[in-house]
């Protein structure tokens, strides 16, 4: 599903049981210098991450201040963030001239502690090649150091590297619990593109080797994956970049299952088994 940009005016986008992704939560939260945004979330563990600007989030008794790098767009640098547990509350103050903020969320019954995420803790991976078509970067906010910390979410950012190219191939799913194959994850995305005019596609097909959707995607666009393979690409000449939000329905690692019909190319794309390993 694909849900267009517009001014959600601090509410979620993707909301609690949700009818297409019911393990994914989603919210953008804009503020300006001293405004300051309250939240709790029953039944979903979440993680703030700024797009833009600075905030201090108070959480559980603990204060986080000065979090987030970036001032101009998700370009400039890397991100940084607050795992607050479980119908928790939660306060974001911003700090700088303006923030935007992303709250990203998963469905997880047990209320765990809070903690927070600097720009030095984050786990990156690189992978694929010009050549494939294929070369992006990703950043883990909640990576696989945090496996013990945090119940079902995964938290990213991913950056196509260079001008051009596809991500999310060879194509895969996840959404059926069937280990060791697969896991059921529901994901859920937020597309930028640089300059912010660029835009993209982003496929998803149902069935191997039969016809499915694509959806045109521009900066500030939201999709929700349930089912299926999904892979992603953008227009020649600008930057692609996805926040992503996976919330398992069993456990927190991912476990991709490829589509057959592409699988062989696992083995052309430098890499590639590296970022499926970070997705713990």
């Not at 300051?36 to 979903?44: L, M, Q």
């Not at 078509?133 to 496996?147: C, D, M, N, P």
């Not at 299926?228 to 020649?236: E, R």
């Amino acid at each position: 599903m694909h849900i267009p940009p517009h001014d959600n005016r601090n509410k979620p986008i993707v909301d609690v049981d949700d009818a297409t992704v019911p393990l994914n939560y989603f919210n953008i939260v804009k503020l300006t210098e001293g405004q300051s945004f309250d939240y709790r979330v029953s039944g979903y563990e979440t993680c703030i991450v700024p797009a833009t600007g600075t905030v201090t989030v108070e959480v559980a008794g603990e204060t986080y201040r000065d979090i987030g790098l970036r001032t101009e767009d998700v370009f400039e640098g890397d991100p940084e963030g607050v795992y607050v547990p479980t119908d928790t509350a939660a306060r974001i103050t911003c700090r700088s001239s303006a923030a935007e903020v992303f709250v990203a969320g998963a469905k997880f019954d047990k209320t765990l502690k809070p903690f927070e995420v600097r720009a030095k803790d984050l786990d990156k991976v690189q992978y694929g090649s010009d050549d494939t078509k294929t070369h992006r970067r990703i950043a883990h906010v909640l990576g696989a150091q945090y496996h013990d910390r945090v119940g079902r979410l995964l938290v990213s950012e991913l950056f196509t590297v260079g001008e051009g190219g596809w991500s999310g191939f060879p194509s895969h799913k996840h959404d059926t619990d069937r280990l060791p194959e697969e896991t059921r994850h529901d994901e859920t995305y937020n597309f930028r593109f640089k300059p912010n005019y660029g835009s993209g596609v982003q496929l998803l097909q149902r069935v191997d080797n039969e016809p499915g959707d694509a959806y045109h995607v521009m900066d500030g666009s939201t999709i929700c994956i349930d089912k299926g393979y999904h892979p992603s690409c953008v227009l020649p000449g600008y930057q692609m970049y996805y926040f992503t939000i996976l919330g398992g329905l069993s456990q927190r690692s991912l476990k991709q299952y490829f589509q057959p019909t592409h699988e062989a190319q696992l083995r052309t794309i430098p890499g590639i088994m590296d970022m499926v390993a970070k997705f713990k």
